[in-house]
Nanobody, 127 residues
């Protein structure tokens, strides 16, 4: 239906930067909101940042002023520029998309929950 693939993770020292990317592909009819979430070992998945089709953004307090989310609607991609990284930013970062998928017959349907998440990319920040 719809596929999401994250990339850009890696190992960096505290204070460094990384840029994550997520590409959506498949039978996309319309993607409304895209976002980044993260999950540290033994912790629940938490919201990092979201961006709507119109460009409205929302950030978790822990990353405000350090992370920037951006989107290319034409390419169905979303990016997360992470600056001034801290050890507590270490986590697997997941891409999420909300919207509709095209169907061979009939009208579009909501993107399937099982397809709304990528496989994640690991970010490790050393002290």
């Amino acid at each position: 239906q719809v596929q999401l693939v994250e990339s850009g993770g890696g190992l960096v020292q505290a204070g460094g930067s990384l840029r994550l990317s997520c590409a959506a592909s498949g039978r996309i009819f319309r993607i409304t909101t895209m976002g980044w979430y993260r999950q540290a070992p033994g912790k629940q998945r938490e919201l990092v940042a979201t961006i709507t089709s119109g460009g409205s953004t929302d950030y978790a307090d822990a990353v405000k002023g350090r992370f920037t989310i951006s989107r290319d609607n034409a390419k169905n991609t979303v990016h997360l520029q992470m600056n001034s990284l801290k050890p507590e930013d270490t986590a697997v970062y997941y891409c999420n998309a909300d919207g509709w998928a095209a169907q061979p017959m009939g009208g579009p349907v909501p993107i399937r929950a099982s397809d709304a998440w990528g496989q994640g990319t690991l970010v490790t920040v050393s002290s």
